[in-house]
């Protein structure tokens, strides 16, 4: 992916090197090292420049990125795929129930980021698969996938610092009490498995769930839920040990349950993502206090209109 990236530098940003404006703009050290084996890239006023030389107010610094490399073992596969929103940095995806996001050893070609493959391939550019908020398999609604090695560098920095603030959309079994609130309990894996995670107080991890009952009908809950953290399955995982388990989760629900209502998968949906920025965000400042939502989403409009 080819991406020129335009700074004018200012009186407070006078002085310093190079690497050290970009550190402040979220750059990592990995994105430097790459960047530096780049032919030409860095440009101050259209002259090359290395990242040891400093800067000077009203400079024009130009980071040009060339990336010429594909992802490995990602085959590319033509499967639909639902763009909201794109530009040069990056992609807001609505994922479809049942695909999963990585290629993986029972889904080698339908999955996201196979469909991204071909996306990309059938426009000429070189693809390499980053995606900042990772959906199970048939948890359905939006995901962020980075376009270049900087945006997603600063992505995932975001994420981490929780300046991504995720919003879903959940079918929960039975009434959620209180009807408002957060739910801060540790999870840890399940004793047996790899991958599904129980409340584990002793050795779990920290985990904080923030809730609101939209709305109650027929013995189910809408609840709007937002994730200050992001472990494994927290949702699913959560709700359960409330007692209120996600209508059609086989994994932490009632399956019998599930086989009345016709549900094969998990009724969670990435229905909200709001970026929120520190006062320096660099790159994708332009992204501060935007939402991107999905107002039609399935199984609320099945159950609750």
Same mark, same amino acid.
């Given at each position: 992916?080819?991406?020129?990236?335009?700074?004018?530098?200012?009186?407070?940003?006078?002085?310093?090197?190079?690497?050290?404006?970009?550190?402040?703009?979220?750059?990592?050290?990995?994105?430097?090292?790459?960047?530096?084996?780049?032919?030409?890239?860095? %440009?101050?006023?259209?002259?090359?420049?290395?990242?040891?030389?400093?800067?000077?107010?009203?400079?024009?610094?130009?980071?040009?990125?060339?990336?010429?490399?594909?992802?490995?073992?990602?085959?590319?596969?033509?499967?639909?795929?639902?763009?909201?929103?794109?530009?040069?940095?990056?992609?807001?995806?609505?994922?479809?129930?049942?695909?999963?996001?990585?290629?993986?050893?029972?889904?080698?070609?339908?999955?996201?980021?196979?469909?991204?493959?071909?996306?990309?391939?059938?426009?000429?550019?070189?693809?390499?698969?980053?995606?900042?908020?990772?959906?199970?398999?048939?948890?359905?609604?939006?995901?962020?996938?980075?376009?270049?090695?900087?945006?997603?560098?600063?992505?995932?920095?975001?994420?981490?610092?929780?300046?991504?603030?995720?919003?879903?959309?959940?079918?929960?079994?039975?009434?959620?009490?209180?009807?408002?609130?957060?739910?801060?309990?540790?999870?840890?894996?399940?004793?047996?498995?790899?991958?599904?995670?129980?409340?584990?107080?002793?050795?779990?991890?920290?985990?904080?769930?923030?809730?609101?009952?939209?709305?109650?009908?027929?013995?189910?809950?809408?609840?709007?839920?937002?994730?200050?953290?992001?472990?494994?399955?927290?949702?699913?995982?959560?709700?359960?040990? %409330?007692?209120?388990?996600?209508?059609?989760?086989?994994?932490?629900?009632?399956?019998?349950?599930?086989?009345?209502?016709?549900?094969?998968?998990?009724?969670?949906?990435?229905?909200?993502?709001?970026?929120?920025?520190?006062?320096?965000?660099?790159?994708?400042?332009?992204?501060?206090?935007?939402?991107?939502?999905?107002?039609?989403?399935?199984?609320?409009?099945?159950?609750?209109?």
């Amino acid at each position: 992916m080819n991406r020129n990236i335009d700074y004018i530098i200012d009186e407070d940003s006078a002085g310093l090197r190079v690497e050290q404006f970009l550190r402040r703009k979220r750059y990592s050290g990995q994105n430097l090292s790459e960047i530096k084996r780049m032919p030409k890239s860095i %440009l101050v006023n259209g002259v090359h420049y290395y990242m040891r030389q400093e800067l000077s107010t009203g400079d024009h610094l130009q980071v040009r990125i060339c990336e010429t490399q594909n992802s490995e073992k990602i085959p590319s596969t033509k499967l639909p795929l639902d763009i909201i929103y794109e530009d040069e940095d990056l992609l807001v995806l609505n994922k479809p129930a049942g695909m999963p996001i990585h290629p993986s050893l029972n889904n080698y070609t339908n999955s996201m980021a196979n469909a991204l493959a071909y996306y990309f391939q059938s426009q000429g550019k070189p693809f390499i698969f980053r995606c900042c908020n990772r959906l199970d398999r048939d948890t359905s609604g939006l995901t962020i996938v980075s376009k270049h090695l900087v945006s997603g560098s600063i992505l995932s920095d975001m994420t981490k610092y929780r300046e991504v603030h995720r919003e879903y959309l959940a079918i929960a079994r039975g009434s959620v009490t209180p009807s408002e609130g957060t739910i801060q309990a540790p999870l840890g894996r399940k004793e047996g498995t790899i991958i599904e995670r129980t409340v584990d107080w002793e050795h779990g991890e920290d985990a904080v769930t923030h809730y609101k009952v939209v709305k109650e009908a027929n013995g189910h809950s809408l609840v709007s839920l937002r994730l200050e953290t992001g472990r494994t399955h927290q949702i699913r995982a959560t709700m359960a040990d %409330l007692g209120c388990p996600l209508l059609g989760d086989g994994k932490y629900g009632n399956g019998a349950a599930n086989r009345r209502y016709g549900e094969t998968r998990q009724a969670l949906y990435s229905y909200r993502l709001t970026f929120d920025f520190p006062t320096d965000a660099g790159l994708l400042e332009y992204l501060r206090g935007r939402s991107f939502q999905v107002d039609h989403v399935p199984f609320r409009d099945k159950y609750f209109g």
